[in-house]
């Protein structure tokens, strides 16, 4: 590849771009057109979101069904590649007793970093001293977020030992209402730097806002009864039993850091779906979520869900988790596909939209739990791949699903098969 043909990419227009990408990489006709082709993310708007654009990248979009959270009920929209997660997390949903949420004020954090001081210690305290005047300053930056009722909270700091010396960190939390936060908190924070370098007379290194929202948690619980269980395995494995063994596979997590990153990316299954769906920075949303599952443990990597039985033996299961996502800013204004999705949640806020992906997370993890602990993960994903075989093979809509299930029945799941049980059926029907 020759990087040179890239230089000033930025400043063609996307039909150069996308030549000077086919000619460097020999695309095939096929292929040029993927790059052409608008789909549900028009082309121009793509360009206006990020840099070097050559063409639009498409996902499935699904939905999942059967939420009923808070006492309302919600079709979620997910946006994701994997087999399986849609329907397990529809499933869980149907098995559960609803999901009851809290979530905090969308408080979060901007960190501002106050290198060389000569004393630390009390600089620190003089500027707390001036808070007050501090946060006026940061109000100043954003009218509109006041109005809506939020703007800064807070202003915190403490003294961080660093290999190069002491550092003053400073946190200035600020309730972003519906938005994610990072503009707002990356221009208040930039706005009052001159103040805090006049009364420290240090240098702010660094102004950004921090991943890590732990005033920004959403919470969600359920209850998953013991008899639901045992009805969804037919009778095969009681409902108890169930039950014990999430519970075993729970404090597997809490013990094991490695099985706790599976566990909590089942989680991520469903909240980062949903994060896409809405348009919303999935890497912030990422970042937050695995770093409070270290710090809530005072640094060991930890499950974000937690289930035991209530006095009736049944499953209790709770999640707690920042979530910073929004509904107002972001991309969602240039993504048609995300307007749709909110459009579809029929969210008020952003704390709304934050009880939901606590509960999809929530519902994802016991899904996943309950699947490896009884029939295993590949049951689920093999009933989606059989479809997909017996479409290829040439089934019609309505013999999809028979060729499918003969095919796991007969534990050959493959192209060869899904044609022998296609024709078998066909030659039936003639027959009849
Ligand atoms: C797969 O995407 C997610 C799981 O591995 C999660 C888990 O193991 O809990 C099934």
Excluded: C
């Excluded at 809290?102 to 620190?124: A, C, F, R, S």
């Excluded at 459009?343 to 994802?364: M, R």
């Excluded at 996943?368 to 479409?391: D, E, N, P, Y």
Aim: proline share 3%.
């Amino acid at each position: 590849m020759d990087s040179k043909k890239f230089e000033g990419f930025y400043k063609k227009t996307i039909k150069e771009r996308q030549e000077i990408l086919a000619k460097e990489f020999s695309l095939t006709e096929e292929e040029k057109k993927l790059l052409t082709t608008e789909t549900n993310l028009p082309i121009s708007n793509a360009d206006k979101m990020i840099e070097n654009v050559v063409g639009t990248y498409s996902l499935p979009f699904g939905v999942a069904t059967n939420f009923v959270i808070d006492k309302k009920e919600y079709l979620i929209p997910f946006v994701l590649e994997e087999p399986s997660v849609v329907a397990a997390a529809s499933n869980a949903a149907k098995l559960s007793n609803g999901f009851i949420t809290k979530t905090d004020e969308p408080i979060m954090i901007g960190q501002i970093m106050i290198t060389g001081t000569q004393n630390p210690e009390i600089v620190l305290k003089k500027i707390l001293e001036s808070k007050k005047e501090i946060l006026k300053e940061a109000e100043k930056v954003d009218s509109v977020l006041t109005k809506f009722g939020g703007g800064p909270r807070d202003l915190k700091g403490e003294i961080l030992n660093t290999p190069t010396g002491k550092i003053i960190e400073l946190q200035l939390l600020v309730d972003v209402r519906d938005a994610m936060g990072a503009n707002a908190i990356n221009t208040m924070t930039e706005k009052i730097t001159p103040i805090i370098e006049k009364i420290s007379g240090g240098k702010a290194l660094m102004r950004i806002i921090s991943n890590l929202a732990i005033y920004r948690k959403a919470q969600a619980k359920t209850i998953w009864t013991k008899q639901k269980l045992e009805e969804s395995t037919k009778g095969k494995i009681k409902g108890e039993e169930i039950i014990d063994r999430i519970i075993q596979a729970y404090e597997i997590a809490v013990s094991s850091p490695f099985r706790a990153a599976t566990h909590n990316k089942g989680i991520m299954n469903g909240i980062d779906s949903l994060t896409i769906a809405t348009g919303n920075d999935f890497r912030g949303v990422e970042a937050g979520i695995h770093s409070y599952a270290a710090y809530k443990e005072k640094g060991k990597y930890s499950p974000l869900t937690k289930y035991y039985k209530n006095e009736n033996g049944d499953l209790v299961g709770e999640i707690e988790l920042p979530i910073t996502l929004a509904t107002i800013g972001g991309t969602a204004k240039l993504n048609p596909m995300a307007s749709l999705s909110l459009k579809i949640l029929g969210v008020k806020n952003s704390k709304e939209l934050a009880s939901i992906a606590a509960s999809v997370g929530l519902a994802q993890n016991f899904a996943a739990l309950r699947a490896i602990v009884t029939t295993g993960i590949q049951a689920g994903h093999m009933k989606l791949h059989a479809r997909a075989l017996a479409t290829q093979a040439g089934a019609k809509e309505n013999e999809i699903e028979q060729v499918a299930e003969e095919m796991i029945n007969s534990k050959e799941i493959n192209q060869a098969n899904a044609e022998k049980i296609i024709k078998k059926i066909r030659d039936k029907s003639l027959n009849n």
